[in-house]
Protein backbone atom coordinates (compact mmCIF):
# COMPACT_ATOMS: atom_id res chain seq x y z
CA UNK A 1 0.00 0.00 0.00
CA UNK A 2 0.98 3.33 -0.76
CA UNK A 3 1.86 5.46 2.12
CA UNK A 4 3.71 9.50 2.84
CA UNK A 5 4.83 10.17 6.05
CA UNK A 6 6.12 13.47 7.50
CA UNK A 7 8.44 13.02 10.52
CA UNK A 8 7.89 16.21 11.96
CA UNK A 9 4.67 18.10 12.83
CA UNK A 10 5.93 21.02 13.56
CA UNK A 11 9.29 23.15 12.36
CA UNK A 12 10.76 26.62 13.68
CA UNK A 13 13.06 28.34 11.97
CA UNK A 14 14.32 31.73 12.40
CA UNK A 15 13.79 34.01 9.05
CA UNK A 16 16.93 33.57 7.13
CA UNK A 17 17.83 30.02 8.36
CA UNK A 18 17.47 27.34 5.68
CA UNK A 19 14.70 24.95 6.13
CA UNK A 20 14.17 21.49 5.18
CA UNK A 21 11.05 19.57 5.31
CA UNK A 22 11.04 15.61 5.37
CA UNK A 23 9.20 13.76 3.20
CA UNK A 24 9.59 9.25 2.75
CA UNK A 25 6.93 7.15 0.90
CA UNK A 26 6.66 3.59 0.02
CA UNK A 27 5.59 2.78 -3.21
CA UNK A 28 6.15 0.08 -5.42
CA UNK A 29 6.25 1.43 -8.51
CA UNK A 30 7.27 5.44 -10.11
CA UNK A 31 4.84 7.37 -8.49
CA UNK A 32 4.19 11.54 -8.82
CA UNK A 33 5.25 13.16 -5.65
CA UNK A 34 3.80 16.47 -5.13
CA UNK A 35 3.97 19.50 -2.30
CA UNK A 36 0.77 21.05 -1.42
CA UNK A 37 0.72 23.87 0.64
CA UNK A 38 -1.93 25.79 3.24
CA UNK A 39 -1.77 29.67 4.20
CA UNK A 40 -3.55 30.68 7.03
CA UNK A 41 -7.32 31.40 5.93
CA UNK A 42 -6.26 30.26 2.25
CA UNK A 43 -7.37 27.00 0.19
CA UNK A 44 -4.67 24.26 -0.20
CA UNK A 45 -2.65 24.64 -3.18
CA UNK A 46 -0.01 22.96 -5.29
CA UNK A 47 3.47 24.18 -4.33
CA UNK A 48 5.70 22.19 -6.65
CA UNK A 49 5.63 18.74 -8.06
CA UNK A 50 8.67 16.23 -9.02
CA UNK A 51 8.04 16.01 -12.64
CA UNK A 52 8.42 19.89 -13.20
CA UNK A 53 11.68 20.46 -11.38
CA UNK A 54 11.16 23.90 -11.20
CA UNK A 55 11.99 25.92 -8.15
CA UNK A 56 8.39 27.89 -6.56
CA UNK A 57 8.88 30.43 -4.24
CA UNK A 58 12.44 29.50 -3.61
CA UNK A 59 11.43 26.09 -2.54
CA UNK A 60 13.09 22.93 -4.56
CA UNK A 61 12.63 18.99 -3.99
CA UNK A 62 14.39 16.57 -5.91
CA UNK A 63 13.08 13.18 -5.63
CA UNK A 64 15.64 10.09 -4.14
CA UNK A 65 14.21 6.85 -5.36
CA UNK A 66 16.23 5.09 -3.48
CA UNK A 67 16.09 6.66 -0.11
CA UNK A 68 12.20 7.18 -1.30
CA UNK A 69 12.54 10.63 0.05
CA UNK A 70 11.16 13.59 -1.87
CA UNK A 71 12.49 16.74 0.66
CA UNK A 72 11.22 20.40 0.13
CA UNK A 73 13.96 22.94 0.49
CA UNK A 74 14.44 26.19 0.87
CA UNK A 75 17.87 27.96 1.83
CA UNK A 76 16.59 31.26 3.08
CA UNK A 77 13.33 30.75 4.94
CA UNK A 78 10.84 33.79 4.85
CA UNK A 79 8.22 34.69 7.25
CA UNK A 80 5.45 34.79 4.36
CA UNK A 81 6.06 30.30 4.33
CA UNK A 82 4.98 29.98 7.41
CA UNK A 83 2.98 27.47 6.76
CA UNK A 84 1.09 23.86 6.87
CA UNK A 85 3.16 21.73 4.24
CA UNK A 86 1.81 18.41 3.05
CA UNK A 87 3.39 16.16 0.89
CA UNK A 88 1.55 13.45 -1.31
CA UNK A 89 1.83 10.69 -3.64
CA UNK A 90 -0.30 9.78 -6.62
CA UNK A 91 0.04 6.81 -9.06
CA UNK A 92 0.33 6.55 -12.70
CA UNK A 93 -2.43 4.95 -13.48
CA UNK A 94 -5.93 5.90 -13.46
CA UNK A 95 -7.94 4.61 -10.67
CA UNK A 96 -4.59 4.84 -8.18
CA UNK A 97 -4.50 6.44 -4.70
CA UNK A 98 -3.66 9.69 -3.89
CA UNK A 99 -2.85 9.94 -0.54
CA UNK A 100 -1.47 13.22 1.63
CA UNK A 101 1.07 12.65 4.13
CA UNK A 102 0.44 14.10 7.56
CA UNK A 103 1.56 17.34 7.34
CA UNK A 104 3.92 19.73 8.70
CA UNK A 105 3.79 22.99 9.95
CA UNK A 106 6.47 25.83 9.47
CA UNK A 107 6.64 28.28 11.62
CA UNK A 108 9.42 31.07 10.58
CA UNK A 109 10.00 33.57 13.31
CA UNK A 110 11.28 36.90 12.94
CA UNK B 1 -11.91 33.49 -12.77
CA UNK B 2 -11.89 29.67 -13.42
CA UNK B 3 -12.06 28.58 -9.39
CA UNK B 4 -13.56 25.80 -7.16
CA UNK B 5 -17.01 26.73 -4.99
CA UNK B 6 -18.35 24.64 -2.20
CA UNK B 7 -21.39 26.09 -0.90
CA UNK B 8 -22.20 25.98 2.26
CA UNK B 9 -19.23 27.27 3.76
CA UNK B 10 -20.58 26.60 7.28
CA UNK B 11 -23.36 23.38 7.77
CA UNK B 12 -25.08 22.41 10.81
CA UNK B 13 -26.69 19.28 11.04
CA UNK B 14 -28.38 16.63 13.76
CA UNK B 15 -27.16 13.14 14.86
CA UNK B 16 -28.67 11.23 12.32
CA UNK B 17 -30.38 13.87 9.69
CA UNK B 18 -28.95 13.37 6.10
CA UNK B 19 -26.86 16.13 4.67
CA UNK B 20 -25.66 17.36 1.50
CA UNK B 21 -22.74 19.07 0.52
CA UNK B 22 -22.39 20.83 -2.84
CA UNK B 23 -19.31 21.54 -5.55
CA UNK B 24 -18.89 23.31 -8.24
CA UNK B 25 -16.32 24.01 -10.68
CA UNK B 26 -15.87 26.39 -13.56
CA UNK B 27 -12.41 24.76 -14.51
CA UNK B 28 -14.44 22.18 -16.94
CA UNK B 29 -11.62 19.10 -15.67
CA UNK B 30 -13.14 15.99 -16.03
CA UNK B 31 -11.98 14.70 -12.34
CA UNK B 32 -13.74 15.69 -8.76
CA UNK B 33 -12.47 14.50 -5.93
CA UNK B 34 -14.14 14.96 -2.13
CA UNK B 35 -11.52 14.93 1.21
CA UNK B 36 -12.45 14.45 4.80
CA UNK B 37 -10.40 16.64 6.53
CA UNK B 38 -10.30 16.58 10.20
CA UNK B 39 -8.84 19.00 13.07
CA UNK B 40 -5.09 18.97 13.22
CA UNK B 41 -4.93 16.14 10.46
CA UNK B 42 -3.89 15.50 6.56
CA UNK B 43 -6.76 15.72 4.14
CA UNK B 44 -8.28 12.20 3.46
CA UNK B 45 -9.50 10.96 0.34
CA UNK B 46 -12.95 9.72 0.23
CA UNK B 47 -13.77 8.88 -3.55
CA UNK B 48 -13.60 10.29 -6.65
CA UNK B 49 -15.47 11.13 -10.41
CA UNK B 50 -13.67 10.64 -13.54
CA UNK B 51 -16.29 11.83 -15.80
CA UNK B 52 -19.50 10.16 -14.55
CA UNK B 53 -17.30 6.82 -13.32
CA UNK B 54 -17.33 6.95 -9.37
CA UNK B 55 -14.64 5.73 -7.35
CA UNK B 56 -14.66 4.59 -3.66
CA UNK B 57 -11.63 4.39 -1.21
CA UNK B 58 -12.07 1.07 0.06
CA UNK B 59 -12.25 2.44 3.70
CA UNK B 60 -14.77 5.04 2.87
CA UNK B 61 -17.92 4.29 5.22
CA UNK B 62 -21.29 3.49 3.44
CA UNK B 63 -22.75 6.56 5.23
CA UNK B 64 -20.90 8.54 2.64
CA UNK B 65 -22.28 8.69 -0.71
CA UNK B 66 -21.89 11.14 -3.96
CA UNK B 67 -23.89 12.08 -7.20
CA UNK B 68 -22.51 14.13 -10.06
CA UNK B 69 -25.13 14.78 -12.18
CA UNK B 70 -22.60 16.62 -14.45
CA UNK B 71 -19.22 18.18 -15.14
CA UNK B 72 -19.66 21.17 -13.35
CA UNK B 73 -21.45 20.09 -10.32
CA UNK B 74 -20.53 16.90 -7.68
CA UNK B 75 -22.14 16.26 -4.17
CA UNK B 76 -21.79 14.63 -0.99
CA UNK B 77 -24.71 12.89 0.65
CA UNK B 78 -23.92 11.98 4.35
CA UNK B 79 -27.47 9.83 4.84
CA UNK B 80 -26.83 9.37 9.15
CA UNK B 81 -24.36 11.92 10.35
CA UNK B 82 -22.33 10.82 13.53
CA UNK B 83 -20.60 12.77 16.09
CA UNK B 84 -17.46 11.47 14.09
CA UNK B 85 -18.11 12.90 10.96
CA UNK B 86 -17.89 16.47 12.13
CA UNK B 87 -14.82 18.12 9.97
CA UNK B 88 -13.52 20.29 6.75
CA UNK B 89 -14.90 18.19 3.91
CA UNK B 90 -12.56 19.76 0.59
CA UNK B 91 -13.80 19.13 -2.54
CA UNK B 92 -10.91 19.29 -5.18
CA UNK B 93 -10.60 19.13 -9.34
CA UNK B 94 -7.53 17.99 -11.64
CA UNK B 95 -7.35 17.61 -15.62
CA UNK B 96 -7.35 13.57 -16.57
CA UNK B 97 -5.90 12.33 -12.86
CA UNK B 98 -4.92 13.10 -10.00
CA UNK B 99 -1.02 13.05 -10.99
CA UNK B 100 -1.82 16.44 -12.60
CA UNK B 101 -2.28 18.88 -10.41
CA UNK B 102 -5.32 19.68 -8.11
CA UNK B 103 -7.35 22.29 -7.81
CA UNK B 104 -9.16 22.84 -4.13
CA UNK B 105 -12.58 24.75 -3.29
CA UNK B 106 -12.37 26.41 -0.03
CA UNK B 107 -14.11 23.40 2.11
CA UNK B 108 -17.23 23.13 3.82
CA UNK B 109 -17.33 22.76 8.05
CA UNK B 110 -19.31 20.37 8.73
CA UNK B 111 -21.00 20.74 12.35
CA UNK B 112 -22.92 17.72 13.97
CA UNK B 113 -24.80 18.20 17.19
Known amino acids: AQRVTQPEKLLSVFKGAPVELKCNYS??????LFWYVQYSRQRLQLLLR??SRESIKGFTADLNKGETSFHLKKPFAQEEDSAMYYCALSGHNYGQNFVFGPGTRLSVLP | DAMVIQNPRYQVTQFGKPVTLSCSQTLNHNVMYWYQQKSSQAPKLLFHYYDKDFNNEADTPDNFQSRRPNTSFCFLDIRSPGLGDAAMYLCATSYTSSYNEQFFGPGTRLTVL
Open chain 1, 27 to 32: YSGSPE
Open chain 1, 50 to 51: HI
